[in-house]
């Protein structure tokens, strides 16, 4: 029985990104300590996709730090939620909103899942790609299909950034676009890099302290190792 159990999430997993293993991803410049790009990546993320998805391990209040933004910013540009009580959402509190998960399942047929963690589960360049390769097909519920995720229950809430663009054959390879969207599409692609990056960067926060602490380990290593050796030196030098 237990073997069985085991199993299971083995084939789920497996049934998940079954469909995108034959495709080749594209490859996104991840840098973490570019906050012009974190705090656009964030911006994005909160006016487009937070509606839908929580980051239910981050904290507002880590912005100040990583982002290098202020609490007045914050409060006004980043928090849209309130509260049980009707107040706006304090700093500290984690990143959740207010998604009915009756009302979700019956509009996507499952739950929009967190975020927090998608960058490290899946990898920053399968979520760029998955980002870049929504298409149009009018057979679906929400008019658009992925050439990355075939079928996923979500529209392309980027669409208006983007444009809308169709297949020109049947094997996905090229496509033309059908719809403009309000941005070029190398501004695009950098908009997505930005959410990318923020996405990786949510993924492990601790990551960008580890950088900055990193730096000074290696330097107090260097001149430890410079210091030993001049006390070895010291030590042998009156022996043959």
């Not at 998608?118 to 149009?136: E, H, K, N, V």
Request: hydrophobic share 40%; glycine share 4%; charged share 20%.
């Amino acid at each position: 029985m237990n073997k069985y159990i085991l199993i299971l999430p083995l084939i789920f997993y497996s049934s998940l990104v079954g469909a995108s293993a034959n495709l080749e991803l594209q490859t996104v410049l991840i840098d973490l300590n570019n906050k012009a790009s974190l705090q656009r990546g964030a911006k994005i993320f909160m006016n487009n996709c937070f509606g839908c998805h929580s980051l239910k391990y981050q904290r507002y209040v880590k912005f100040i730090d990583h982002l290098s933004l202020d609490q007045e910013t914050i409060e006004k540009n980043l928090i849209f939620t309130t509260d049980k009580n009707g107040k706006p959402t304090k700093i500290g509190s984690l990143m959740l909103n207010a998604v009915n998960s009756d009302h979700s399942k019956e509009s996507f047929g499952i739950m929009p899942p967190d975020l927090t963690l998608i960058a490290r589960s899946r990898g920053p360049d399968w979520l760029y790609t998955f980002l870049m390769s929504f298409y149009q097909d009018e057979s679906r519920p929400f008019g658009v299909n992925n050439k990355l995720y075939p079928n996923v229950s979500m529209p392309h809430v980027l669409w208006w950034m983007e444009g809308i663009k169709k297949p020109i054959n049947s094997d996905l390879s090229e496509f033309e676009y059908v719809k403009k969207g309000n941005i070029t599409e190398i501004e695009y692609k950098q908009s997505t890099t930005d959410l990318v990056n923020f996405l990786t960067y949510v993924s492990e926060p601790a990551q960008l302290d580890r950088y900055r602490i990193g730096f000074w380990v290696m330097l107090f290593l260097v001149i430890f190792s410079f210091v030993a050796f001049l006390l070895k030196i010291e030590y042998w030098k009156d022996i043959d």
